[in-house]
């Protein structure tokens, strides 16, 4: 490898630990999920390296287990996929000029990548392109490696570890306190929680996700268009 | 395996192509020549911000108020993360002992 790679590599690993736990955990669980409804461990590796979108994993056990309804498998994952638009559309600019790569970064956006590539940025020294790659292959393998343990020795090995998958959750709380504490990110950053919070209320567990899109799309619109939101601006409508 | 080898590979291929097209589609619409406007680089700025934010609420959608069990142990875990956090700015140490921390609860108090 070449000291540019092995130094992002190095740069990168200490981000992925987190997902390393989490990923090998919940990975595990898939795999050993699979195995218990009759799928063999190749089906759920082959699941994991193609789809690579936890949820939509999770949801699409009920369309393996099921009488074959295909489109109705597709809308689901569509439907538990879609604030992966919202990630693309955020690392639009980060990702413009990663060449041959580009299409595995993209493909590889899940919630947990796209949290570490959204706020960590490569070190001095280290190039961004090898740097964001590692990040996405190693979250990747762990997903991969998570679901073949799972699947190969779920009958042998059992991972009692209960509650580590909140190991995720944690990420997540910590990347969005760091982003806090710059004042300019406040602002959407309330948005997202106010409308997923208001959403979950509406529209229950199951449902919230895509009105809670469409609900911030609408908020962070208006940000636009009446920049600080004042009294002033919102009483004068337009400045 | 209640479906066959066949259904399974397109059940497969189907969630696979859900992924591809939700993280594939803002790349194909707006790069090469037709660049992102304005308006969408506006939502750029913004969006990984309030995404971060529907995350977390994501993860902690099954909280329920009906008794101590489902909501403690998600409180105090999330409270301790943003107080350490916000004192040390240490990720791996807030997100180990959250972790620690919401891990003792479910498995020896509740």
Known sequence: ?239 | MTLTAVQTLIVIGLVALSTILTRFLPFVLFSGKRKAGKYIRYLGRMLPYASIGLLVVYCLRNVRFDQPANIVPELVAVLSIVILHYRKENALLSMGVGTAIYMILVNFVF
């Open chain 1, 1 to 239: 490898m070449s000291e540019q790679r092995s130094k992002a590599l190095k740069a990168a690993f200490p981000h992925t630990i987190p997902v390393l736990a989490g990923f090998l955990f919940l990975g595990f669980a898939y795999g050993v999920l699979m195995k218990s409804k009759g799928y063999a461990a190749g089906w759920s590796i082959l699941m994991s390296l193609f789809a690579f979108a936890g949820s939509a994993q999770y949801a699409a056990i009920i369309a393996l287990t099921t009488v074959f309804h295909p489109l109705n498998a597709f809308a689901l994952s569509l439907i538990v996929n879609a604030r992966h638009i919202f990630y693309s559309i955020s690392m639009l600019e980060t990702y413009k000029d990663m060449g041959k790569i580009k299409p595995y970064l993209v493909f590889g956006l899940c919630d947990e990548t796209f949290s570490i590539v959204s706020s960590a940025k490569p070190p001095q020294g280290v190039e961004a392109k090898p740097f964001y790659f590692f990040i996405t292959f190693l979250n990747h393998c762990y997903w991969v490696i998570g679901t073949a343990l799972g699947g190969l020795f779920g009958a042998v090995i059992s991972l009692d570890f209960k509650g580590l998958d909140f190991v995720l959750t944690a990420l997540f709380v910590t990347i969005f306190v760091g982003q806090w504490k710059v004042q300019s990110n406040r602002a959407p950053a309330a948005i997202g929680v106010l409308c997923a919070v208001a959403c979950l209320l509406l529209f229950g567990e199951n449902r919230f996700i895509i009105p809670a899109m469409l609900l911030m799309i609408g908020i962070i619109t208006l940000f636009q268009k009446f920049p600080p939101l004042t009294k002033e601006t919102v009483k004068g409508g337009e400045k």
